[in-house]
């Protein structure tokens, strides 16, 4: 069936960073510490995980503007070939979503960017001043990142088998909705490694979007290259 829709996670995927969280967590010297593992394995929820990272850097600065949080993203790069890829995509009438646990004030700044049809992420709450809150808003949680891919699905009337989900982690899978595609792209970590073999999903190594042409449409290649 045709391909119409490519859902890109986006950290790792489009952008040469594993977590748009753990760079506030460099911004402010702290880090998550053992939440990370019982957040990976399912143990914590989203809530109380971006309740602990805030309450981490709060501890270095009680009083965190949203500016400073933006300026923590100055210097973030797109990975190799990804506004190549997206540009490509969509060149084909192909629909390009962003479905990413990360935080908006980046994942918007870069589906703006990419220029892509339609991007969802977490973020945080602010005071009228617009300074940090203790909460942060869960619109995907790491874990059900399908229900997004669904709700795609639902307004634009596609099929599953005519998706396909990008991600670098193994939590990414549950993008994979019944019927859909899944390719597992840089995978950074052992525990995605295994993920991605264990559901026998295609496997990119490396950070070139290019590179995942081939698995998009098979026996292509990327159009540059003809």
Not at 1 to 21: K, N, P, Y
Not at 33 to 53: N, R, T, V, W, Y
Not at 161 to 176: A, F, K, W, Y
Not at 188 to 214: H, Q, T, Y
Request: glycine share 10%; aromatic share 8%; charged share 25%.
């Amino acid at each position: 069936m045709e391909l119409r829709a490519v859902v890109f996670d986006c950290d790792g995927v489009l952008i040469d960073t594993i977590s748009s969280w753990r760079i506030i967590h460099e911004h402010f010297g702290t880090n998550s510490g053992p939440m990370l593992d019982q957040f990976l394995k399912g143990g914590i929820s989203d809530e109380e995980f971006m309740a602990d990272d805030i309450q981490h850097w709060k501890g270095v600065n009680p009083a965190i503007h949203r500016d400073e949080l933006m300026r923590c993203y100055q210097g973030v790069t797109l990975n190799s070939g990804a506004r190549d890829l997206v540009d490509a995509l969509k060149e084909r009438g192909v629909e390009v979503a962003i479905v990413s646990a990360g935080v908006d004030l980046l994942i918007g700044s870069i589906a703006q960017m990419l220029k892509v049809d339609d991007w969802v992420s977490n973020g945080f709450q602010y005071d009228e001043d617009g300074f940090l809150q203790d909460e942060g808003v869960v619109r995907v949680p790491a874990h059900y990142k399908g229900d997004m891919v669904e709700k795609l699905c639902r307004i634009n009337g596609f099929e599953p088998q005519e998706i396909c989900s990008v991600g670098d982690n193994h939590t990414d899978l549950s993008m994979m909705i019944p019927g859909s595609r899944f390719i597992g792209f840089n995978p950074s970590k052992e525990m995605a490694f295994e993920g991605f073999r264990d559901a026998g999903v295609p496997i990119v190594e490396g950070n070139d979007c290019r590179d995942l042409w081939p698995h998009l449409f098979p026996g292509e290649t990327f159009p540059s290259e003809l």
